[in-house]
């Protein structure tokens, strides 16, 4: 494990693009801009307050990260392998999960936000005020761990068997990367695309989402299990 190094930046890139395809952040955002422009409000006031939402996802998710890279990185070597095998497993486990939900959506067990938490976050996009939309940024990025956690526990994992400035370099990198779809959603709209034909690219392309994020944590749960017992020596 000691000449373990940190994963290539392909690695970091690429499960952050496939994480980033999340439906969970990208339905609120719908919500919320529907709500600034059915209340008439100003394009520029809908890049402001869509800009904070996705802001606040942002820095929770970063400061998230850090936190558990910090302790992840804080424990002893030998600890840390069990802890690997762990998680690995537990990740090819919900991998499998969300394959399963590309063929059969909504039958057994499946992963996204808690039904007690839906109806919160309905509410909270609706108070479309500047504290309003950074609580609803916070909370979605909290509530929707369940929806998005995996790929990000993994490589947060991965980066802590090498923990140095190189580790939150990349984890920052991560995080952008996350939230770049967010991004291109508001600017379209602001643009003039219609959030009707934004709204059925998300439907149809669920399943496709799913798929992604499930083959993606198939393959980081084996990955990490590998470099925990010494198959692999990520540098």
């Known amino acids: 494990m000691t000449d373990i190094h940190l994963p290539t930046l392909g690695l970091v890139v690429g499960s952050a693009a496939i994480d980033s395809i999340n439906p969970c952040a990208i339905g609120v955002l719908i919500l919320m801009i529907s709500v600034i422009l059915g209340g008439h409000k100003s394009v520029a006031r809908m890049l402001f307050l869509g800009g904070l939402y996705i802001l606040s996802i942002y820095i929770t998710y970063l400061l998230a990260g850090i936190g558990l890279l910090f302790f992840l990185g804080s424990i002893p070597l030998f ?37 007690r938490f839906v109806k919160k976050i309905h509410d909270l996009s609706k108070n479309v005020t500047v504290l309003g939309v950074i609580i609803t940024g916070a909370f979605v990025a909290g509530v929707e ?58 439907q149809e392309t669920r399943g496709f989402m799913r798929l992604a994020i499930g083959l993606l944590l198939v393959a980081l749960g084996w990955l990490l299990i590998l470099i925990a017992n010494g198959t692999i020596n990520f540098g």
């Open 79 to 115: 600890v840390t392998e069990y802890i690997s095998i762990t998680v690995g497993s537990i990740i090819v486990i919900l991998g499998l999960v969300e394959i399963k939900d590309y063929f059969w959506y909504g039958r057994g067990f499946s992963l996204g936000i808690p039904v």
């Open 145 to 202: 761990l369940p929806c998005t956690g995996a790929p990000y526990l993994a490589i947060i994992t991965i980066l802590s068997t090498n923990f140095n400035l190189a580790a939150l370099l990349m984890l920052v990198l991560y995080n952008i990367i996350f939230v770049l779809p967010l991004v291109a959603i508001l600017i379209l709209v602001a643009a003039g695309t219609k959030l009707p034909a934004i709204k059925m690219w998300k």
